[in-house]
């Protein structure tokens, strides 16, 4: 098969002074940042839907990407054809990782079993480009949204047949997920939820929700599928109240269930701010709880409601969130997959690498940045100060349950209490001088 991407090379770093659009200014993968090379740090992944599965639609209009399979009409031929864009892209960029949803890599057949025989196809053409290629799978998922069959939800569903059904997806996508060394399996819940409670059973919904990731759990153990259980929060969009609405949520419910041994985050970016968060609270959240597993890289557009999935671009969001993985000791299995999309008006092949060119420096740059800030440890003897008092006196009794409200009254009635000031825009001015000085 012909190139491709013809007249693109492989991406080099070149430096902030380059003027090369087709180079990285600041991710050089074997530069050590605190101990680890950048590419160990970042784990970066293309994500196989928005790469070579999105045509360049939006809600108003039809596909605008030109691709080279465009023109093809089998679909196991486009299918393949796709398998060999994903090696020679991610190979050029010199990414470690792809990721992909089970749709995404090989058309759905009329049948369940049509479908399944048409993965295996599929998953046979990646071994073998697997066997002569350095990139490898971060993670698995299955897309249990986008059939009609899916409108009421799928392990959510009123609909046992669909719970069923579900059931069988997942369990065909974790093999494969196996099958090709993948190291994590996302669950998001794009339809797990409701539009109204009129119609709804809320707790059977939870319940089923509950028992479906229990059987994955279960299945996992059975075909010795080593891999992190990922669960990925989305507030909304497309299900208006959805189970999985933040990480907050979704610790909840894992613990009423005891589920959370088995399950870490996969935190997306512009899902966070959906949800009214930063991405650093998200972040953060999931470090304090222990539970930060991967993460979808993009940002959105905060004068549009919905999720435009670009490539992430802002240097402050992406310095906040990796001093939040650097604190929470690295990504570990997981990774930073570019869960991102060109725009629509960017629609010629090279406009991918531009992309995730852009991507990948901008938080190269922020792991530069928060490397520093973390070692410096100026903002974390702020927060330890501020919050001095209770490492004596009545806070340290506080803090090791030695006093209830009626030793905490008797201390209040004599109590002279002086506060301090956050310093927010203090801090702000000091972050500022990171981002802008920092080489």
């Given amino acids: 098969?012909?190139?491709?991407?013809?007249?693109?090379?492989?991406?080099?770093?070149?430096?902030?002074?380059?003027?090369?659009?087709?180079?990285?200014?600041?991710?050089?993968?074997?530069?050590?940042?605190?101990?680890?090379?950048?590419?160990?740090?970042?784990?970066?992944?293309?994500?196989?839907?928005?790469?070579?599965?999105?045509?360049?639609?939006?809600?108003?209009?039809?596909?605008?990407?030109?691709?080279?399979?465009?023109?093809?009409?089998?679909?196991?031929?486009?299918?393949k054809y796709k398998v060999e864009a994903n090696f020679e892209f991610i190979e050029k960029l010199g990414a470690p990782f792809f990721a992909f949803h089970d749709r995404d890599i090989a058309p759905e057949g009329d049948t369940l079993a049509e479908t399944n025989k048409n993965l295996d196809t599929?998953?046979?053409?990646?071994?073998?480009?697997?066997?002569?290629?350095?990139?490898?799978?971060?993670?698995?998922?299955?897309?249990?949204?986008?059939?009609?069959?899916?409108?009421?939800?799928?392990?959510?569903?009123?609909?046992?047949?669909i719970f069923a059904y579900a059931a069988a997806q997942v369990k065909k996508a974790m093999e494969i997920t196996k099958e090709l060394g993948g190291e994590n399996y996302v669950f998001w819940g794009g339809r797990e939820g409701y539009?109204?409670?009129?119609?709804?059973?809320?707790?059977?919904?939870?319940?089923?929700?509950?028992?479906?990731?229990?059987?994955?759990?279960?299945?996992?153990?059975?075909?010795?599928?080593?891999?992190?259980f990922l669960i990925e929060p989305k507030p909304k969009e497309p299900t208006k109240h959805q189970y999985d609405f933040d990480t907050a949520t979704v610790i909840g419910f894992l613990k009423t269930y005891g589920?959370?041994?088995?399950f870490k985050m996969n935190i997306e970016a512009n899902h966070a701010t959906l949800a009214g968060h930063t991405f650093q609270h998200e972040l953060a959240m999931c470090r304090i709880n222990d539970m930060l597993g991967s993460i979808d890289a993009n940002q959105g557009d905060v004068m549009l409601g919905w999720d435009t999935d670009q490539f992430p671009t802002n240097l402050y969001d992406a310095t906040?969130?990796?001093?939040?993985?650097?604190?929470?000791?690295?990504?570990?299995?997981?990774?930073?997959?570019?869960?991102?999309?060109?725009?629509?008006?960017?629609?010629?092949p090279s406009d991918l690498f531009y992309g995730h060119i852009a991507g990948m420096d901008t938080f190269a740059k922020g792991l530069i940045i928060a490397n520093k800030i973390v070692e410096d440890g100026k903002f974390d003897a702020f927060v330890a100060d501020r919050y001095s008092s209770y490492t004596n006196g009545i806070?340290?009794?506080?803090?090791?349950?030695?006093?209830?409200?009626?030793?905490?009254?008797?201390?209040?009635?004599?109590?002279?209490?002086?506060?301090?000031?956050g310093r927010q825009e203090m801090l702000e001015a000091l972050l500022n001088q990171y981002i802008l000085e920092t080489k």
């Fill in 1 to 79: 098969m012909s190139e491709v991407f013809s007249g693109i090379s492989n991406i080099k770093f070149e430096g902030s002074g380059s003027d090369n659009p087709l180079a990285f200014k600041y991710y050089d993968p074997k530069a050590v940042i605190g101990g680890k090379t950048m590419e160990e740090h970042l784990r970066f992944a293309v994500a196989y839907w928005h790469t070579f599965a999105a045509p360049g639609a939006d809600m108003f209009g039809a596909g605008s990407y030109v691709r080279p399979w465009n023109t093809m009409s089998d679909p196991l031929e486009i299918a």
């Fill in 122 to 161: 599929i998953v046979s053409v990646i071994k073998d480009r697997m066997k002569s290629s350095p990139v490898k799978l971060l993670w698995g998922t299955t897309n249990a949204f986008g059939n009609p069959r899916f409108m009421h939800g799928a392990s959510t569903s009123p609909n046992a047949d």
């Fill in 195 to 228: 539009e109204t409670l009129l119609n709804t059973d809320m707790k059977l919904e939870l319940d089923n929700l509950a028992r479906f990731l229990k059987m994955a759990v279960d299945y996992a153990k059975e075909i010795g599928f080593d891999g992190q």
């Fill in 259 to 262: 589920l959370d041994p088995y």
């Fill in 320 to 348: 906040l969130a990796m001093v939040e993985v650097l604190k929470a000791g690295g990504l570990k299995k997981g990774g930073l997959n570019f869960d991102s999309k060109v725009r629509r008006g960017s629609f010629e």
């Fill in 395 to 421: 806070g340290k009794d506080i803090v090791e349950g030695k006093v209830g409200f009626k030793e905490l009254e008797q201390y209040a009635l004599t109590a002279k209490i002086q506060n301090k000031s």
